[in-house]
């Protein structure tokens, strides 16, 4: 039973989207237009076909990897498990994912993998049947290393097919020391690190702070700076969408919309954005939930006022023909490509903001990459430094009491003494990189002339610092 891909078969057009853009912001860059060729061109494509017992039977199944840039090494991207994936998608995140490393400054070359199939079709044992059989297939093409190559979690696949990745690939490579860091995005008890899960979401909601708290910028578009009660819609209530809106809601916004592709709920009021991802878990979906109005159409969720739209599905949602009745002046984009170049136009036109998908959803590269870190490293961040950095400052509290006479309470004391967790020294990190992050896009924006957009900015600023590695790099002949 051989899986004919439709998806395979029809004219791809988001790799040609991201080149558009690129070509748009590389005109305001000096590059030789060799090296500017070199850094949009995708190095390595490796599609490949393999065969599972199903049943009875036999199925074929199409996947992919693409390396796209080997201007730093390893390269890195997830794999995603989808029956609607292609070959010019999984060049589109590959390249998404260079320019994205390069914007948060972390030192990987991008890359993706896909899986074209609909994991719900298959039991589990299948599933880890596809999952050792790709990675087979990657280590024997010399596709997937702690140096070379190195995936994570996407759409459709998460922990336990890292798990089985990072086996597979350990198998086959008896006595590598550094075989965990083959793999990012494991579970917290095979070597993954605290907070990898809620990565990509907390780092959408802290784009998104940090986009509103520029009060000239939000006075142009006449909103108020900060968070504190903007209105939010989010589409898509996976890891990426759960995690936005749980940490909008924590940061002062109102939850008014959530959108799956059964449908969409809405009130102006707020949601809880917790009771309505259980509702959908009792009851298979979204709509009906109690004090909300129902869409069965999910682009009509998207289409309800608010003053911040959160896409965290999947790309070329918010296209030509919907974008003129998209009410929110800042779309914050939490899934790749979720606007087509044209919507983004529109939407730029009627004085909107994009905080670009590079920037927004970065969080989770950038984890992974502490996470990469922690394995080649062997030790877990905090581990060695935690208890010194606590009975130092019990130390220094209780020198500066005896000095003033003054007593803290336990509770002072447990807060001023406290040492430093792996995961507040994750959430720390992430915090930091996508401010700055954040802050060298709106500077790129503000002080190049004839930049128009913050996704241009960020293409530029993504594409001198490629620009650099290359130039460091021997050509040979």
């Known amino acids: 039973m051989a899986n004919t891909n439709k998806a395979a078969m029809q004219d791809g057009h988001f790799f040609a989207d991201v080149c558009k853009n690129f070509d748009y912001a590389a005109q305001f860059t000096n590059h030789d237009a060799g090296l500017l060729d070199q850094i949009k061109s995708c190095n390595s494509v ?20 693409v390396e796209h840039s080997h201007h730093q090494s390893p390269t890195k991207g997830g794999i995603r498990y989808s029956e609607m994936v292609n070959e010019d998608e999984v060049m589109a995140l590959a390249a998404l994912m260079t320019y994205k490393c390069a914007i948060v400054n972390v030192p990987f070359g991008g890359a993706k993998g896909g ?23 990657l280590v024997k093409k010399n596709f997937i290393g702690p140096s070379i190559d190195v995936p994570a979690p996407d759409y459709g696949s998460g922990e336990r097919e890292m798990s089985w990745i990072a086996d597979t ?29 809620e990565a990509t979401g907390r780092g ?10 520029f009060g000239e910028d939000m ?4 909103l ?37 592709y059964e449908g969409a709920v809405y009130n102006a009021d707020g949601l809880d954005y917790d009771a309505v991802f259980q509702h959908r878990k009792t009851t298979g979906s979204i709509l009906n939930y109690p004090g909300a109005q129902s869409f069965t159409r999910s682009g009509e969720g998207l289409e309800q006022p608010c003053d911040i739209l959160v ?37 730029y036109e009627n004085g909107g903001i994009i905080v670009p998908d590079m920037y927004a959803n970065a969080g989770g590269v950038t984890v992974s990459y502490f996470e990469w870190l922690k394995n080649l490293s062997h030790v877990a961040f905090g581990r060695m430094n935690r208890r010194f950095e606590e009975n130092s400052n019990m130390n220094l509290v209780n020198m500066v009491e005896g000095i003033t006479g003054v007593s803290l309470n336990a509770q002072q004391r447990a807060t001023i003494v406290k040492g430093a967790s792996e995961l507040e020294l994750v959430n720390s990190g992430l915090e930091d990189t996508m401010i ?17 957009t913050l996704r241009t900015a960020a293409f530029v600023g993504a594409i001198n610092k490629i620009a650099v590695s290359y130039s460091n790099l021997g050509v040979w002949p």
């Open 46 to 65: 490796y599609r490949f076909r393999f065969p599972i017992r199903k049943g009875n039977g036999f199925e074929v199944i199409d996947a992919w990897r």
């Open 115 to 137: 899986i074209c199939i609909n994991p719900k079709n298959y039991t589990v044992q299948e599933l880890e049947n596809i999952t050792r059989r790709y990675t087979v297939e």
């Open 169 to 197: 690939y350990a198998t086959m490579n008896p006595g590598q020391l550094d075989a965990m860091g083959v793999v990012t995005g494991k579970p917290l008890a095979l070597h993954g690190i605290a907070g990898r899960r």
């Open 204 to 213: 959408v909601a802290i784009a998104a702070r940090e986009c509103v708290s």
């Open 219 to 222: 006075e142009k578009i006449g």
């Open 224 to 260: 108020t700076a900060g968070l504190a009660g903007k209105k939010v819609i989010v589409q898509g209530l996976g890891n990426v969408g759960y995690y936005s809106a749980k940490y909008l809601a924590e940061f002062g916004a109102t939850i008014v919309g959530l959108c799956e």
């Open 311 to 347: 896409p965290a599905a999947l790309e070329n949602q918010i296209t030509i023909e919907n974008i003129r009745n998209i009410k929110a002046k800042i779309i914050v984009e939490g899934a790749n490509g979720p606007t087509t170049p044209e919507a983004e136009k529109v939407f």
């Open 436 to 452: 700055r992050s954040y802050h060298e896009i709106r500077e790129t924006y503000l002080t190049t002339p004839k930049i128009d």
